[in-house]
């Protein structure tokens, strides 16, 4: 399935390396978990953290959203616009630990297996001020098994629970949950989703 910041915290230039050593890296499918949250909410703007490849943000601006997707890999990001190159969709070469969060008062800001330090507070928060009023933040991470078995120590990442804990007065926990992915993935050691998905108030 399409993990596309899967697994480690490399940067621009080991992810480049990464996606030119395949004619494509991930699947074209989107992930589960954004199929169950999000295809009854009413289409607005959103921000794809981690978009790799683009299958998120493709089945988003299909039905109806206006995506930026955001990705540390330049030749992702180069790849994604050569497979659409509609107006709905920006693509974006940006390093959001480092880089300005591109726009604000998104509707929608998803990360799926982004993996960002827990060292690196201040990114979060700024990742979760992007969400306007009405909007929701999707978090969906590997269950710590999964993260193990890549090799990682999963009390290095955020997790969608620590998240869930820095969220201010004004937003409902619309989901927080683990469960099964459905095709497994990653050599099928990833099995399950650790699923957050918030709304902010109006």
């Known amino acids: 399935m399409n993990e596309h910041t899967h697994g480690d915290m490399d940067g621009a230039a080991e992810w480049d390396q990464r996606y030119s050593s395949a ?3 991930w699947t074209a499918d989107v992930n589960p978990a954004l199929i169950t949250e999000i295809a009854d909410v009413e289409p607005g703007t959103a921000l794809d953290v981690g978009s790799g490849e683009g299958a998120d943000a ?4 299909d039905r109806g959203w206006q995506v930026t997707a955001v990705d540390i890999s330049q030749v992702a990001i180069d790849r994604a616009r050569e497979t659409d190159t509609r107006e709905a969709i920006t693509w974006l070469r940006a390093d959001l630990t480092v880089d300005e969060i591109p ?3 998104f509707g929608l800001v998803s990360l799926h297996y982004f993996p960002l330090a827990r060292t690196d507070e201040t990114s979060i928060r700024r990742i979760i001020e992007a969400v306007g009023p009405g909007g929701r933040l999707l978090m969906v991470s ?3 098994e999964g ?4 090799g990682r120590n999963p009390d290095d990442y955020f997790q969608p629970a620590d998240v869930a804990a820095l969220l201010a007065d004004g937003w409902t926990i619309l989901t927080d949950e683990t469960r099964e992915r459905g095709v ?3 050599g099928g050691a990833h099995t399950h989703d650790v699923v957050l998905h918030a709304r902010r108030a109006e």
């Open 23 to 25: 004619d494509r890296l």
């Open 142 to 144: 590997h269950e710590a």
């Open 147 to 150: 993260i193990r078995a890549h």
């Open 103 to 105: 726009g604000r008062d």
């Open 58 to 61: 493709r089945w988003l601006a």
């Open 184 to 186: 497994a993935a990653g």
